[in-house]
């Protein structure tokens, strides 16, 4: 008997991206993307492995599909492939592309799931990066766009959402400043004009969705995480208000507040996005938003004096990130006393662990405990007044793990990556259960 309750209409889902899950990388006119090129990349992702084939969930779809119905999720989170689409990112738009999300769709609604699509989850056309530098480039922005018209135009009355960007604070960090993740940059500047071009697209896509006349709900997914200082020292707490700054706020007083927060932009001084921001960017990104998407996985645990291991409580997962559900709770009540804000989503929450598959059966215990802790802060947030209308564990499957490669495994679905034999784990059992009871708990008010 699960400890936590939800309101009725609850969206209970799961969660995944396309270039970690579609394979067929090289099918049906798509075009390459920049994590097709940055695979390639000697050193960059365990093993030099890529998203060429991942699940194959392009041709294995339905398989999928009839995986989530027997769950019992009402809704999927699901993210487009631009360059699917549209392989060069601008000009063309590829049918065969166009076709495919088509038939996700229809196979969604028939079996009464909800889509819930992304239109960026980090696969830039590999042609906009080569031709104009990708996100750095202003143009890039009005490039999303045009893309998101063609979405919105194409199943914008079928999808229960849509979501410009899944964690931009990813593609600029990540893949701009550190080089951990494609394009590979490690350019502190670059990161703070790939940051305000990412929002930037965000509110002109916004715009131009409503303007076409587009009625889903609009959002955007951000992964966030409170911060705590190693110690109480004052220097440790100013550490984790940066860290903070940086991380959560640096993407949410933009499109909330139409400013990018003072203590960042210090700390990011001759490096910030001061020489990319135009009059009026801010009413732009600042385009009133449907729903807020948040991605949890951990706190920010900072210290002033380097690296500090945080205490891990509840344990580590095998991205070896602390397990803290309370966290959720906290930084969702914070958020709410901070902004005035659109109805919260969970659109991604999970753990790695190492699972084994034996005799047919995954028993990873670790999983379920992190989903139920996670759920359980989740509905104290909403017992505190936020508006959480709905959770998306991260992920249906096993997937592609950007630069960890096939090493890490996220799903509550095993992939056996040599057959594609899918395994439901003991996780998505209880997964199961717990919505079927939840609907039962409901119908029974
Ligand atoms: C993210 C991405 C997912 C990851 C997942 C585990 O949040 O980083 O949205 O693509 O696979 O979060 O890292």
């Not at 009725?8 to 799961?14: C, L, R």
């Not at 992702?45 to 999928?64: K, L």
């Amino acid at each position: 008997m699960s400890t936590f309750r939800f309101k009725e209409d609850f969206v209970w889902g799961v969660a995944t991206s396309s270039y970690q899950i579609e394979g067929a990388a090289h099918e049906d006119g798509r075009g390459a993307s920049i994590w097709d090129a940055f695979c390639r990349v000697p050193g960059k992702v365990v093993n030099g492995e890529s998203g060429d084939v991942a699940c194959d969930h392009y041709h294995r779809f339905e398989q999928d599909l009839d995986l989530m119905a027997d769950l019992g999720v009402n809704a999927y989170r699901f993210s487009i492939a631009w360059p699917r689409v549209q392989p060069d990112g601008s000009g063309a738009f590829n049918e065969k592309g166009l076709a495919f999300y088509d038939r996700l769709v229809d196979g969604l609604l028939a079996r009464g799931i909800q889509p819930f699509a992304t239109l960026y989850h980090w696969d830039l056309p590999l042609a906009l990066q080569e031709a104009q530098n990708g996100w750095e480039n202003r143009d890039t922005a009005y490039r999303f766009a045009d893309y998101a018209r063609k979405i919105g135009g194409a199943l914008g009355d079928r999808v229960a959402s849509i979501a410009t960007h899944n964690e931009p604070w990813c593609t600029a960090w990540l893949g701009n400043a550190t080089g951990y993740f494609a394009p590979g940059n490690a350019d502190l500047k670059k990161a703070a004009h790939v940051a305000h071009h990412l929002l930037l697209s965000h509110g002109l896509a916004v715009q131009a969705l409503r303007a076409d006349g587009v009625k889903t709900p609009l959002g955007i997914v951000l992964n966030q995480s409170p911060a705590h200082g190693a110690t109480n020292a004052p220097e440790d707490l100013a550490a984790a208000s940066l860290e903070y700054a940086k991380f959560v706020r640096w993407y949410m007083d933009p499109i909330f507040k139409g400013e990018y927060p003072a203590e960042a932009l210090h700390w990011y001084g001759e490096n910030g996005p001061q020489d990319v921001v135009r009059e009026g960017d801010f009413e732009i990104i600042g385009a009133p938003l449907d729903f807020l998407g948040i991605n949890y996985y951990t706190r920010i645990f900072a210290s002033a004096s380097g690296e500090k291991r945080p205490p891990g409580e509840h344990g580590f997962t095998d991205m070896d990130w602390e397990i803290y559900p309370e966290g959720l709770t906290e930084l969702l009540t914070r958020l709410n006393a901070d902004y005035t804000l659109p109805p919260i989503y969970i659109t991604e929450n999970g753990c790695a662990t190492k699972d084994a598959l034996e005799h047919g059966r995954v028993h990873d215990a670790q999983r379920i405990r992190f989903y139920d802790l996670h759920l359980a802060a989740l509905a104290q947030a909403a017992q505190r007044g936020v508006d959480v209308a709905g959770y998306f564990a991260w992920s249906l499957l096993d997937n592609f793990e950007w630069a960890s490669g096939y090493d890490k495994r996220f799903g509550m679905v095993h992939v056996d990556y040599a057959t594609q034999q899918r395994t439901l784990k003991d996780s998505a059992h209880w997964y199961r259960d717990v919505i079927a009871e939840h609907a039962g708990a409901m119908a029974s008010r």
